[in-house]
């Protein structure tokens, strides 16, 4: 018999689905460490309004430089930064 | 002729790496805004540390509630909080 390849399944579209939803959110950033924890002494900002980024895709992490645009035209999704206001 | 499926090629597998690349980070928070911004006027902040989620998996957010643990162990993601400190 040759080997035929089966058409995927519900069941494997479901598994699918189910790997894809449990994948990591950061796909570069200071992957050399076990968890990305940064520090924000408040009493130290200068600026009125300072945005930090919640989508792991700014060149200037932990800052906001508003990749979230690209990624959300890209993904559908509807991330954003955290406003720290003084 | 009966349609017959095409063996995934390497360019379709390409296609499909991309699109999981491009997935969105937010499963289920407040989906129905456009972009999930919030403020934080550190002048009000009570405690001496305050964490704040970058998972998308708290569920406190905008507060981490430690949920990143789970997802970066299921996942091997590498994520954590953003802590500020008074
Ligand atoms: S660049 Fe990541 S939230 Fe703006
Ligand atoms: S729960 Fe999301 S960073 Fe901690």
Redesign the interface.
């Given at each position: 018999l040759t080997a035929r390849?089966r058409?995927p399944s519900a069941a494997s579209a479901s598994r699918r689905a189910t790997r894809?939803?449990?994948?990591?959110?950061?796909?570069e950033i200071?992957?050399e460490?076990?968890?990305?924890?940064?520090?924000?002494?408040?009493?130290e900002?200068s600026k009125p309004v300072t945005a930090?980024?919640?989508?792991?895709r700014s060149g200037t992490f932990?800052l906001c430089d508003g990749s979230?645009v690209k990624?959300?035209k890209?993904?559908?999704?509807?991330?954003?930064?955290?406003?720290?206001?003084?």
């Open positions: 390849r058409a894809v939803r449990a994948q990591g959110i950061n796909p200071r992957k460490e076990g968890k990305v924890v940064d520090n924000v002494v408040v009493s900002l930090y980024c919640r989508c792991w932990p979230h990624h959300n890209a993904t559908g999704d509807n991330v954003g930064p955290l406003l720290l206001k003084k």
